[in-house]
């Protein structure tokens, strides 16, 4: 790469079909091409949130629509003002509260206020399923399913904080957490004979 500042691979115009590292073929110079990534990687987490409150029932359009116009602005080589890029990356940081309270929202009316709780780690003697990613209600349906058949449910990493809702930790075969960050989550899942259940936004 010959210019460490600039790459882009955004668009179908990309230099060779790998990525411009000089300038945009476009016509985008390297600061516009910062821009645009940091608002596709905030709106990836705001889609992903959006997304989980949106399981549960709960729903914005406004929000819905900072997304689709704001992913537009990023897939179409109308507009190269990097100032108005600023602007949507400031926005982005105010949806993500807005998007973060939708779903604490969702998540407290559906599962109840969560306290503290105290969360056995490692597994249990006999059968399980690892439940991983971000997913309250994935993890609620398969409580439901699996209650009474002796099937012991576990979350992975990022989960945790399910215990703590009242809704959820009164399955007694909720019987644990393991795992430590989400990127170790290879090492571990080969460590147990469980099946893993994964929504699709999980990493």
């Not at 009316?109 to 490692?122: D, L, N, Q, R």
């Amino acid at each position: 790469m010959e210019n460490i500042n600039m790459f882009c691979y955004q668009c179908s115009q990309t230099a060779g079909g790998k990525g411009c590292t000089k300038a945009g073929v476009c016509g985008k110079d390297a600061t516009l091409a910062k821009l645009q990534d940091n608002l596709i990687f905030a709106l990836k987490g705001i889609s992903a949130y959006l997304y989980h409150a949106g399981e549960l029932g709960y729903r914005d359009k406004e929000l819905e629509k900072f997304i689709s116009k704001s992913l537009y602005s990023t897939l179409t080589n109308v507009n190269f003002d990097s100032a108005s890029f600023v602007r949507a990356g400031l926005d982005a940081g105010r949806i993500n509260i807005d998007v973060m309270r939708l779903l604490k929202k969702a998540h407290i009316e559906s599962f109840g206020e969560p306290e503290p709780a105290k969360v056995s780690t490692g597994t249990k003697k006999g059968k399980g399923i690892i439940v991983t990613g971000h997913s309250l209600k994935l993890l609620d349906e398969l409580l439901q399913k699996t209650e009474g058949t002796g099937i012991n449910v576990y979350t992975h990493s990022e989960l945790l904080p399910a215990h703590g809702y009242p809704a959820l930790r009164k399955y007694q075969h909720l019987a644990g957490n393991i795992g430590k960050a989400w990127y170790d989550q290879k090492d571990v899942f080969s460590e147990y004979p469980f099946p893993i259940l994964a929504p699709p936004t999980a990493p």
